[in-house]
């Protein structure tokens, strides 16, 4: 069974931090791209951040850079956001995922993604 599983999220404050987890079980995880994405009520799901397979390269949205951090263990199969300074256009339903092609370079659309978790909210109170 093919399960990425998100934790972490929860009601902050504003400039408060949190950190995601997503463990994967079921698919091959430590050759591949894993990302995460947000989605908000009445918004497109938009890219938040990407670390290739070793972890060597990491890619972030202009709108978290220097505020978000990804990573990943690969011997644990998990995959974590880092998110400090968090404001209130960060709320969002926070999703991971695995990239689609084996030992790939960084991706960033949805489309280079083909498994997907359920998600973790994250709310940030002003």
């Known amino acids: 069974q093919v399960q990425l599983v998100e934790s972490g999220g929860g009601l902050v404050q504003t400039g408060d931090s949190l950190r995601l987890s997503c463990v994967a079980s079921?698919?091959?995880?430590?050759?591949?791209?894993m990302g995460w994405f947000r989605q908000a009520p009445g918004k497109e799901r938009e890219f938040v951040a990407s670390?290739?397979?070793?972890?060597?390269?990491?890619y972030y949205a202009d709108s978290i850079k220097g505020r978000f951090t990804i990573s990943r263990d690969n011997g644990k199969n998990t995959v974590y956001l880092q998110m400090n300074s968090l404001k209130p256009e960060d709320t969002a339903l926070y999703h991971c995922?695995?990239?689609?092609?084996?030992?790939?370079?960084?991706?960033?659309?949805?489309?280079?993604?083909?498994?997907w978790g359920q998600g973790t909210q994250v709310t940030v109170s002003s």
């Open positions: 670390i290739t397979w070793s972890g060597g390269i990491t």
């Open positions: 079921g698919l091959a995880f430590s050759s591949y791209t």
């Open positions: 995922a695995r990239g689609q092609w084996w030992r790939a370079g960084i991706v960033a659309g949805t489309a280079g993604f083909g498994y």
